[in-house]
């Protein structure tokens, strides 16, 4: 089955500096890669995702990378703010008998220090 | 709030009690998930439903578990016999069947069995 590990497990950060969380994957036929946040006691919330046919995907702040040869795909937080202090948790999901089916990596507890 | 709920969000039991949670998906959404979560981890996949069918079960979904959907709305998952190991974070989520793995979740039903 699919195997995603996460690096680092934690990242201390300036507020207004960038952050980088990386991601690998084991399985080359997933081609679905969702980001998730998580604050203390809340629900996971999905913030961006990418699809194998697309090289990097933006969302203000945020952007995510995908790199299908080396199979490891990463998260991009620029300008980064207190606010953006959480557990962050990425994914992977194949076609087939594990469409839908999301594994998950270890995630990355981001502090951002004002 | 439109979006997946989940009852109730808190539970302690005594080892060997029987406990059933229940999750209702977001209405237009014909597939759901539940996943487990431990301190620290990312969350696991245990099994999901397409409508009213339970399409897949992960191995940590032991002979004590079982889920139901069914009339293909809310869904039930009950832990017989609970184990101090039972004790986690489970959370649902839902999808569209078309876009399977953009997954939403719910706040999650907090086990602890003492």
């Known amino acids: 089955g699919e195997n995603v590990e996460q690096h680092p497990s934690t990242l201390s950060v300036q507020e207004g500096d960038s952050a980088v969380i990386k991601c690998t994957y084991s399985d080359s036929a997933s081609n679905y890669f969702p980001w998730y946040k998580q604050e203390l006691g809340k629900r996971p919330q999905l913030i961006i995702d990418?699809?194998?046919?697309?090289g990097e995907k933006k969302d203000q702040r945020i952007a995510v990378t995908l790199n299908k040869t080396a199979k490891h795909f990463s998260l991009h937080i620029t300008e980064t703010q207190p606010e953006d202090s959480a557990v962050y948790f990425c994914a992977a999901s194949g076609r087939g008998t594990s469409y839908g089916k999301l594994t998950f990596g270890q995630g990355t507890i981001l502090t951002v220090h004002p | 709030d439109t979006g997946v709920s989940q009852d109730p969000r808190h539970k302690i039991t005594k080892r060997g009690q029987n406990v059933t949670f229940r999750c209702d998906p977001i209405s237009e959404h014909n597939r759901l998930y539940w996943y487990r979560q431990t301190l620290g981890q990312g969350p696991e996949f245990l099994t999901y439903?397409?409508?009213?069918?339970?399409?897949?079960k992960s191995r940590l979904l032991s002979d004590r578990f079982s889920a139901e959907r069914p009339k293909g709305s809310f869904s039930t998952l009950e832990i017989q016999r609970t184990e101090q190991g039972d004790s986690a974070m489970y959370l649902c989520?839902?999808?569209?069947?078309?876009?399977?793995?953009?997954?939403?979740f719910g706040p999650g039903t907090r086990l602890t069995v003492l």
């Open positions: 439903f397409q409508n009213e069918a339970q399409l897949e």
């Open positions: 989520a839902s999808s569209f069947e078309g876009l399977a793995d953009t997954q939403y």
């Open positions: 990418i699809r194998s046919n697309v």
